[in-house]
């Protein structure tokens, strides 16, 4: 029988798929919460059977949260590269003494805010790498900084990594350590450094990384305490398609149902030219288009009922595949970013600005919506008539000097 949820498309799809699939999406539209046996199944999802996850997981999206596409005006602001931890999938950071390492002085951080602030930018996302030799008080003290200078700025700052590095230096417990960050006007977290959320991969990606469970307890505690945080997950590496991705999303799941404090869950595609773990075969060159396709639709479906919104990374994805998941049941198309120096420095070769025009004239090459958002996703501005959009103003910004990266090299640690 159609449901609002299986008609045309959609039914059509469904109908005409293996047996044990369409029963799974079968249950998903009678409202059941599916299982991490369903979950399995749709992970290895191919041909006909992905072909229903994907128009499903569209369905799925539109009864949730209808035909906007989303994007948030902000600036990406990556203080520094100089990182101890050294995870191998990363070819941002660096050991101090390397050529390009750089660190940027508060001065030049709040005036590329005020910069983003100009042209209309509403957050500022700052993260970087940990340098050994930072000081206790560098998060509170730079955010401060931001808030000082532009009140209204949205700081969308500091990883659970970094977090649980400011924690350690502070010696402070970790709830006083938030309240702190809360009260200097930490807007939210995001939930980076999640990678995959199972201890057994995070020592392959990163033995010195905060393992799974703490960041969990720092995710949570953000939570408990009205600080949101976003909700990642990076694939097409060294984890098992299935097992790991479906353990990872009905993780985020279960922790949503308890706190409701994740605005987005935001899949990363690793991008492997300039990393370690590449380099050295220990992972797979990224995901194809088909796992990324599968990875975006399995979280509509896993996470209905508990996480509405669901990012594309264009940075990681490039326009074409971003827009093709915003068809497989994603919702938002990230930010404008004017600078992404972590994804660019892995090989990424996307670019680093995107403005709000091309934004709004890509969502409606696939005949959807565009809509300006804050960070927790109040809508600021719906487009739906192109007459009345504002004219171009935001020039792009030119790059700085410092975030000139070099290609990884051996060495670089
Ligand atoms: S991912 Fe972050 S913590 Fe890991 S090496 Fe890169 S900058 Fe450092």
Request: proline share 5%; hydrophobic share 40%; aromatic share 8%.
């Amino acid at each position: 029988m159609a449901t609002p949820l299986m008609n045309g498309r959609t039914l059509g799809a469904v109908e005409t798929c293996p047996a044990e699939t369409r029963e799974i999406l079968h249950s998903a539209t009678c409202g059941a919460e599916l299982t991490f046996e369903q979950g399995l199944v749709l992970a290895t999802a191919e041909g006909p059977a992905l072909e229903a996850l994907v128009a499903f997981a569209d369905r799925l999206r539109r009864e949730t949260v209808g035909d906007a596409i989303t994007y948030v005006v902000n600036r990406n602001i990556n203080f520094t590269n100089v990182c101890f931890v050294g995870c191998s999938f990363c070819g941002f950071g660096r050991g101090p003494g390397a050529p390009d390492a750089y660190s940027l002085s508060f001065d030049e951080v709040v005036r590329r805010a005020r910069e983003a602030w100009d042209r209309g930018a509403t957050e500022v996302c700052v993260q970087g790498g940990l340098p050994r030799d930072l000081d206790g008080f560098f998060y509170r003290d730079l955010l401060r900084a931001i808030k000082h200078a532009i009140p209204g700025m949205h700081v969308h700052a500091f990883s659970p990594m970094e977090i649980d590095y400011g924690v350690t230096k502070t010696g402070m417990a970790l709830r006083d350590y938030l309240l702190m960050m809360k009260d200097e006007g930490l807007g939210s977290i995001p939930g980076t450094a999640a990678e995959i959320l199972d201890d057994r991969v995070r020592k392959e990606l990163s033995p010195n990384k905060l393992p799974g469970a703490r960041w969990v307890e720092i995710i949570t505690a953000a939570h408990e305490l009205g600080i949101p945080t976003t909700s990642t997950m990076m694939y097409g590496h060294v984890e098992e398609p299935a097992d790991w991705v479906v353990r990872h999303m009905l993780l985020l799941r279960a922790i949503q149902k308890r706190t409701g404090g994740f605005t987005e869950f935001v899949p990363l595609g690793f991008i492997h030219e300039n990393t370690r773990l590449y380099r050295h075969g220990g992972a797979r060159p990224g995901a194809k288009r088909e796992e990324h396709l599968r990875v975006h639709a399995l979280a509509r479906v896993l996470l209905h009922g508990a996480i509405k919104n669901l990012q594309v990374s264009w940075v990681k994805l490039g326009f074409e595949v971003s827009l093709a998941c915003l068809q497989a049941g994603a919702n938002d198309f990230s930010g404008t970013l004017m600078e992404e120096s972590i994804s660019k420095a892995a090989g990424a070769t996307f670019g680093e600005y995107v403005s709000p025009e091309e934004f709004r004239a890509r969502i409606r090459s696939i005949g959807r919506v565009p809509a300006e958002r804050t960070t927790t996703y109040k809508i600021r501005r719906l487009f739906d008539d192109p007459k009345l959009d504002p004219r171009p103003t935001a020039a792009r910004l030119p790059m700085v000097r410092e975030e000139s990266h070099v290609p990884y090299t051996e060495g670089a640690y």
